[in-house]
């Protein structure tokens, strides 16, 4: 049964960068592939981008071009997503999922518990 | 950009049938899984492929997706499919969301 499990909430000030980790056991980490996906306070789900570990590709929404980085590192089973440039606007929980895959059709199952990052200046 | 639209909301009787609604350019040329979330959790996925309900889903549980439009239908709604619901669909290698409809069993 794979788990992810993520980093605790952060409190940031506005400028700067958050990091936020998502620890994957049950499974073969590499073979995975991770997105990561923010949901603002009584707002929707958007997806930001995933990464491939076993090819290290990523991709991004357009949204955030230039802003966020996902990395993963095999040796410890562990996806990061890095935020830079916070404003107001990130306040949001953000999850990590692991992509499901059957026929040509992709999902997320599981998911992380969530990581409330909160801006405050 | 793609985009999926969703009602605000929905509102059912328990035990009847509540159906939400996703539209999309074409969207019955791709496949459509639905979400569902409750205050305070993380979203569990009730639906993948347009119409597969994953193991431990119950069978009230059904989806369907054709033209513009796929559709989660809830047969005998009980009070514990009262949460939000979210669409999801691929575009040119993008995750696209829905805006999420907030189902009320009433």
């Known amino acids: 049964q794979v788990q992810l499990v993520q980093s605790g909430a952060e409190v940031k000030k506005p400028g700067s960068s958050v990091k936020v980790s998502c620890k994957a056991s049950?499974?073969?980490?590499?073979?995975?592939?991770i997105h990561w996906v923010r949901q603002a306070p009584g707002q929707g789900l958007e997806w930001m981008g995933r990464?491939?570990?076993?090819?290290?590709?990523?991709n991004y929404a357009q949204k955030f071009q230039g802003r966020v980085t996902i990395t993963a590192d095999k040796s410890t089973n562990t996806a990061y997503m890095e935020l830079t440039s916070l404003r107001s606007e990130d306040t949001a929980v953000y999850y990590c999922?692991?992509?499901?895959?059957?026929?040509?059709?992709?999902?997320?199952?599981?998911w992380g518990q969530g990581t409330l990052v909160t801006l405050s200046s | 950009s793609y985009e999926l639209t969703q009602p605000l909301s929905v509102s059912v009787s328990p035990g009847q049938t509540a159906n939400i609604t996703c539209s999309g350019d074409?969207?019955?040329?791709?496949?459509a899984c639905w979400y569902q979330q409750k205050p305070g959790q993380s979203p569990v996925v009730v639906i993948y492929?347009?119409?597969k309900r994953p193991s431990g889903i119950p069978e009230r549980f059904s989806g369907s997706n054709s033209g513009n439009t796929a559709t989660l239908t809830i047969s005998g709604t009980q009070a514990m499919d009262e949460a939000d619901y979210y669409c999801?669909?691929?575009?040119?290698?993008?995750?696209?969301f829905g805006g999420g409809t907030k189902l009320t069993v009433l």
């Open positions: 999922a692991r992509e499901t895959s059957v026929a040509g059709t992709w999902w997320f199952d599981p």
């Open positions: 049950g499974g073969t980490f590499s073979s995975y592939v």
């Open positions: 990464i491939i570990p076993i090819l290290s590709i990523t």
């Open positions: 074409k969207l019955g040329d791709k496949y």
């Open positions: 492929q347009d119409t």
């Open positions: 999801q669909a691929w575009d040119s290698s993008t995750v696209v």
